[in-house]
C-alpha cells in the first residue's frame, strides 16, 4: 500500500509537470508559426490546465475505468472551487474586474447543467460524447471572438494578463522540441503509475474507482490550476487566477469527459449523477454567484467556508457509504 501510494503521488507529480513542459513548448513553436498570442492564451494554454485530467480519463477509459474517468472530470470541478478557490482566497482576497470572466461564467453554469441531462440515465454514449466535444468546440469560438473584442479596446484585464504570462518570444524552437520529446515520453509514463497504483489504493481502502477519481485523482491531475490560481493571486493578477478556473471547469467537463465517452461508451456508478453531479453543479452556482456579486470580491472568510466545504464533502466521501450520504 505504502509503495502503491507513494508511486501514485510521483506519478501525479509528473503528470502535472510533462502536461506543463507540453503547453510550454506548443505555445513557443504556435508563436514561431505566427498564431497570434490572444488565441495561444485562450486555447492552447486554457486547454492545457486541463491536460493531466483529460490524459488520467482517457486512459482510464481505455482501461475500462469509465467511472474513474467521471470521477476524474468531476471531482476535478468540484476541487477547482472548494479547495483551489478557496485556498487562493484565503492566502490572499481575489477581486473580479474582468467583464470577460463575468461573461464566461454562464457558459460554466450551462455546460455544467447541459451535461446533467447526458449523465441522468447513468449511461454515456457516443452520441453523448460527441455533444460534449461540440460544447467545447462551441465554448472555444464564443471565448475566442468575446476575447477578440475585449482586446480590440485593450480594456480587459484579463486578456492582458494571460498575454503577459505567455513564453517570450525568444525562446528558440529547438528548446521547445527538446521540451515537447520529454513530455511526450514523461506524459504515458506517469499515466500508466497513476492508474496502476489508483486502482491498487481504491482496493485498499475499499472505495470505488469513482471516488478516487473524484478525489486523490483530482486533487493530483488540478495541480496545475494550484499552481496557476495561487501564482496569479500573489502576483495581484486576480483575473487570471479566476479565469483560468472557468475555463479549466468548462474543459473538463467538455473534452475531459466528451472524448473518453465518445471512444468508450458505457455504463457509470449511479452515484455519479445521484450524489456527485449536483454537488458539481451546486458548487459551480455558487462559484457564479460569488464572482457576480456586487462586490466582485472573493475574502478570505469565504475562502475558509470554500475549504471548510472540501474537508466535509471528502470526509462525507470516505466515511459515509453512498446510501447515507444526503
Given at each position: 500500500?505504502?509503495v502503491?501510494?507513494?508511486?501514485?503521488?510521483?506519478?501525479?507529480?509528473?503528470?502535472a509537470?510533462?502536461?506543463?513542459?507540453?503547453?510550454?513548448?506548443?505555445s513557443?513553436l504556435?508563436?514561431?508559426?505566427?498564431?497570434?498570442?490572444?488565441?495561444?492564451g485562450?486555447?492552447?494554454?486554457g486547454?492545457?490546465?486541463?491536460?493531466?485530467e483529460?490524459?488520467?480519463?482517457?486512459?482510464?477509459?481505455n482501461?475500462g475505468?469509465l467511472d474513474?474517468s467521471?470521477g476524474?472530470?468531476?471531482?476535478?470541478n468540484?476541487?477547482?472551487i472548494?479547495?483551489i478557490l478557496?485556498?487562493?482566497?484565503?492566502?490572499?482576497?481575489?477581486?473580479?474586474?474582468?467583464n470577460?470572466?463575468?461573461?464566461?461564467?454562464?457558459?460554466m453554469?450551462?455546460?455544467?447543467?447541459?451535461s446533467?441531462?447526458l449523465?441522468?440515465d447513468?449511461?454515456?454514449s457516443r452520441?453523448?460524447?460527441?455533444?460534449?466535444?461540440?460544447?467545447?468546440?462551441?465554448?472555444?469560438?464564443?471565448?475566442?471572438?468575446?476575447?477578440?473584442?475585449?482586446?480590440?479596446?485593450n480594456?480587459?484585464?484579463?486578456t492582458?494578463?494571460?498575454?503577459?504570462?505567455?513564453?517570450?518570444?525568444?525562446?528558440?524552437?529547438?528548446?521547445?522540441?527538446l521540451?515537447?520529446?520529454?513530455?511526450?515520453?514523461?506524459?504515458?509514463?506517469?499515466?500508466?503509475?497513476v492508474?496502476?497504483?489508483?486502482?491498487?489504493?481504491?482496493?485498499?481502502?475499499g472505495?470505488?474507482e469513482?471516488?478516487?477519481?473524484?478525489?486523490?485523482?483530482s486533487?493530483?491531475?488540478?495541480?496545475?490550476?494550484?499552481?496557476?490560481?495561487?501564482?496569479?493571486?500573489?502576483?495581484?493578477?486576480d483575473?487570471i487566477?479566476?479565469?483560468?478556473?472557468?475555463?479549466?471547469?468548462?474543459?473538463?467537463?467538455?473534452?475531459?469527459?466528451?472524448v473518453?465517452?465518445?471512444?468508450?461508451?458505457?455504463?457509470?456508478?449511479?452515484?455519479?449523477f445521484?450524489?456527485?453531479y449536483?454537488?458539481m453543479?451546486?458548487?459551480?452556482?455558487?462559484?457564479?454567484?460569488?464572482?457576480l456579486?456586487?462586490?466582485r470580491?472573493?475574502?478570505?472568510?469565504?475562502?475558509?467556508?470554500?475549504?471548510?466545504?472540501?474537508?466535509?464533502?471528502?470526509t462525507?466521501?470516505?466515511?459515509?457509504p453512498s446510501?447515507?450520504?444526503?
Amino acid at each position: 500500500m505504502l509503495v502503491a501510494t507513494a508511486l501514485l503521488v510521483i506519478g501525479l507529480v509528473l503528470l502535472a509537470y510533462g502536461a506543463d513542459r507540453l503547453v510550454f513548448s506548443a505555445s513557443i513553436l504556435c508563436r514561431s508559426l505566427g498564431v497570434p498570442p490572444l488565441i495561444i492564451g485562450m486555447t492552447v494554454v486554457g486547454i492545457g490546465t486541463s491536460l493531466p485530467e483529460f490524459i488520467v480519463s482517457l486512459s482510464a477509459a481505455n482501461h475500462g475505468q469509465l467511472d474513474m474517468s467521471v470521477g476524474t472530470a468531476m471531482g476535478s470541478n468540484i476541487i477547482n472551487i472548494l479547495l483551489i478557490l478557496g485556498g487562493a482566497a484565503l492566502l490572499h482576497p481575489l477581486t473580479v474586474q474582468s467583464n470577460l470572466i463575468r461573461r464566461e461564467l454562464p457558459l460554466m453554469l450551462l455546460v455544467t447543467l447541459l451535461s446533467g441531462f447526458l449523465l441522468f440515465d447513468n449511461q454515456l454514449s457516443r452520441l453523448d460524447g460527441l455533444l460534449l466535444i461540440i460544447m467545447a468546440l462551441a465554448y472555444l469560438l464564443a471565448i475566442i471572438h468575446i476575447a477578440k473584442s475585449a482586446a480590440h479596446n485593450n480594456n480587459d484585464t484579463l486578456t492582458r494578463e494571460q498575454m503577459a504570462e505567455l513564453p517570450r518570444g525568444d525562446t528558440g524552437n529547438t528548446v521547445a522540441f527538446l521540451w515537447l520529446a520529454v513530455a511526450l515520453i514523461m506524459l504515458p509514463v506517469a499515466t500508466n503509475m497513476v492508474i496502476d497504483n489508483a486502482t491498487v489504493v481504491a482496493d485498499y481502502l475499499g472505495v470505488s474507482e469513482l471516488v478516487i477519481g473524484l478525489t486523490i485523482i483530482s486533487v493530483g491531475t488540478s495541480l496545475p490550476e494550484l499552481a496557476t490560481v495561487i501564482a496569479g493571486a500573489l502576483k495581484g493578477e486576480d483575473d487570471i487566477a479566476i479565469g483560468n478556473l472557468i475555463g479549466s471547469n468548462i474543459y473538463n467537463i467538455a473534452i475531459v469527459l466528451g472524448v473518453p465517452t465518445m471512444l468508450h461508451p458505457g455504463s457509470i456508478d449511479n452515484d455519479a449523477f445521484d450524489r456527485d453531479y449536483w454537488i458539481m453543479l451546486g458548487v459551480s452556482a455558487l462559484f457564479t454567484l460569488i464572482c457576480l456579486q456586487r462586490r466582485r470580491r472573493i475574502g478570505r472568510v469565504t475562502g475558509a467556508l470554500l475549504l471548510c466545504g472540501f474537508i466535509l464533502w471528502v470526509t462525507l466521501l470516505y466515511f459515509f457509504p453512498s446510501e447515507n450520504f444526503w
